[in-house]
């Protein structure tokens, strides 16, 4: 009996192209292209996961057109040691979470941070100059960055040490400029603030002194913060006050209710030369008859918009001069 040919290959018509193939070729065909698309599928979730990643991060990424020209400058502005040597801190058991926490506009400004009734930011004299230093580095599917703050008290004092017990591994925002200029800078926010990361305090015969590091896990740099801190509470506005009265030691002004109707406020007092480009903020207070603010000669606004002073409302204002206010930021109630 003639034995059967274990090498013979069944054939497979296709009926399209009038081909036959074996089921082999076919199997080996099929296979090639599952693993090809397997490939690439894999590419295409590695390159989801790296910009969902940068998202989640924060990071934003704009057009060249956008940013535009960077030019050199001059060694005016690149010496060293220029930050000023207090720090605000403010912690997050400060802010007032039932309002918005601010965020930037295209100039990387940002609005004045709410705060609970009564609290004020922080200040911390350094001993030393203090550092900034803010670090990016790309990885295989994204880029890690981190800001650190360093900061040297000098001494041994009861209330620095109270700070050191109370707060190490504490969550703040950090508020710093740099000498001579009126702008401050914010470095941290309410979902990734800026962390009290390592403290280390020495008594010996080189000095009594304590180094706070603060730390973030960010590629954010810091941002153009519009108000100035507050060393005391917020100035409470007359009811039904027309003008806004400015003092020197207040930047941030409470706009209550009306009594009778609700007040239109038109102009500003108390600004002298000195106070160019000083940011102040009304924060509304009121309910069914909140002050209102039109735009003029005096309050010139974003667009327009009349500003309402109720409760949770807020308005930033640059000085630039002595009778005129232009909006930086708002938020609304």
């Known amino acids: 009996m003639k034995k059967p040919n274990i090498q013979k290959r069944y054939r497979a018509y296709n009926p399209m192209k009038g081909f036959n193939y074996s089921n082999r070729q076919s199997r080996n065909m099929f296979m090639a292209t599952f693993a090809i698309f397997g490939i690439f599928m894999l590419v295409a979730a590695l390159l989801d996961h790296s910009l969902g990643a940068a998202a989640g991060?924060?990071?934003?990424?704009?057009?060249?057109?956008?940013?535009?020209?960077?030019?050199?400058?001059?060694?005016?502005?690149?010496?060293?040691?220029?930050?000023s040597y207090i720090v605000y801190l403010i912690a997050l058991d400060q802010i007032d979470r039932t309002k918005e926490f601010p965020q930037p506009n295209a100039n990387r400004e940002v609005a004045p941070v709410p705060l609970k009734p009564n609290e004020i930011p922080h200040y911390f004299e350094a001993h030393d100059i203090p550092t900034f230093t803010g670090t990016t580095?790309?990885?295989?599917?994204?880029?890690?960055?981190?800001?650190?703050?360093?900061?040297?008290?000098?001494?041994?004092?009861?209330?620095?040490?109270?700070?050191?017990?109370?707060?190490?591994?504490?969550?703040?925002?950090?508020?710093?400029?740099?000498?001579?200029?009126?702008?401050?800078?914010i470095v941290g926010e309410l979902e990734r603030p800026i962390i009290l990361s390592n403290t280390e305090t020495k008594d010996d015969k080189d000095g009594r002194?304590?180094?706070?590091?603060?730390?973030?896990?960010?590629?954010?740099?810091?941002?153009?913060?519009?108000?100035?801190?507050?060393?005391?509470?917020?100035?409470?506005?007359?009811?039904?006050?027309?003008?806004v009265a400015i003092t020197a030691g207040s930047n941030t002004y409470t706009v209550p209710n009306g009594t009778t109707s609700a007040a239109a406020i038109a102009t500003v007092s108390g600004l002298s030369k000195s106070d160019k480009g000083r940011c102040i903020t009304l924060v509304g207070a009121g309910t069914d008859k909140a002050a209102t603010i039109a735009d003029g000669s005096t309050f010139v606004l974003e667009e327009g918009a009349t500003w309402t002073a109720k409760t949770g409302a807020s308005i930033t204002f640059r000085v630039l001069d002595t009778t005129t206010l232009v909006e930086v930021s708002r938020t609304e109630a």
Request: hydrophobic share 35%; glycine share 10%.
């Open 57 to 83: 991060s924060g990071v934003t990424f704009a057009s060249m057109a956008l940013l535009g020209h960077v030019d050199d400058v001059s060694d005016r502005d690149t010496h060293g040691s220029a930050i």
């Open 137 to 185: 580095e790309k990885g295989d599917i994204t880029t890690t960055g981190e800001n650190q703050l360093v900061m040297v008290m000098g001494g041994a004092r009861a209330n620095l040490y109270n700070f050191i017990e109370e707060y190490s591994g504490g969550k703040f925002i950090a508020l710093y400029k740099h000498i001579k200029k009126k702008e401050w800078y």
């Open 209 to 243: 002194y304590t180094t706070l590091t603060f730390k973030r896990s960010s590629v954010d740099l810091p941002l153009i913060y519009t108000g100035n801190p507050a060393v005391t509470a917020a100035t409470t506005l007359a009811e039904n006050a027309t003008d």
